[in-house]
């Protein structure tokens, strides 16, 4: 079936720089996309999202970029803190199809000091 | 303005057993969410459930699991006879309406069957 997947299991970044965390998306009905934050016994917290009729969205040090032509999306975290450690899941779904949220595996980012 | 409550938070059964996971979801929610994450992997859809209703049921294992939201008290996912491979972390979500909405995750309730 059709899946979200990502391309790098594990990103690494120093305090201070910024992140760049990669979804490749299969189902091209898809039309919304939700980016969530997992940190270590918790529940996903949602960070940003984006309708597929937007290529931009930006919110407090992250912005999303979703890119409908090579079925790409993208989170960037500006500045990274240690408290940006944690698992980043982005997840798709379909309008009007509640909430069957396709999960990828997730990227684990580490903030180095 | 509680979140989405998940009870217990870590719940060990034997073999065999009845495991009951319990979710309240956020105040004035009435969409209710299950998906269930194996260490390391990403979340698995399982039910969708209005009240009194079961919207969509297509991840949820035919045989075992069963999901209710009734129209008073938290949703509850009941798992008979577990196995070890039940074991995970299930998920309970919420939303104030359907289709391209923010869903609230709970903290998870951590099932370990031994």
Not at chain 2, 97 to 104: I, K, L, M, Q, S
Request: with cysteine; aromatic share 10%; hydrophobic share 35%.
């Amino acid at each position: 079936g059709e899946s979200v997947g990502l391309h790098l299991p594990t990103l690494s970044v120093q305090e201070g720089d910024n992140s760049i965390i990669n979804c490749a998306y299969s189902n091209s009905a898809s039309d919304y996309f939700i980016w969530y934050k997992q940190e270590s016994g918790k529940g996903p917290q949602f960070i940003i999202d984006i309708r597929s009729n937007m290529d931009k969205r930006q919110g407090q040090r992250v912005t999303v970029l979703l890119n409908k032509t090579v079925k790409h999306l993208s989170l960037q975290i500006a500045a990274t803190q240690p408290g940006d450690s944690a698992v980043y899941f982005c997840a798709e779904n379909m309008e009007n199809y509640g909430q069957n949220f396709v999960f990828g595996p997730g990227t684990r980012l580490s903030v180095l000091p | 303005n509680a979140g989405v409550m998940q009870n217990p938070r870590h719940l060990v059964r034997r073999r065999g057993q009845e495991a009951r996971l319990r979710c309240s979801p956020m105040k004035g929610h009435s969409h209710v969410y299950w998906y269930r994450q194996l260490p390391e992997e990403g979340l698995k859809f399982m039910v969708y459930l209005q009240k009194e209703n079961i919207i969509d049921e297509s991840g949820m294992p035919k045989e075992r699991f069963s999901a209710e939201f009734p129209k008073e008290g938290p949703s509850i996912l009941r798992i008979q006879q577990v196995v070890r491979g039940d074991s995970a972390a299930y998920f309970c979500a919420s939303s104030l309406d359907r289709g391209n909405t923010e869903a609230f995750f709970g903290q998870g309730t951590r099932l370990t069957v031994v």
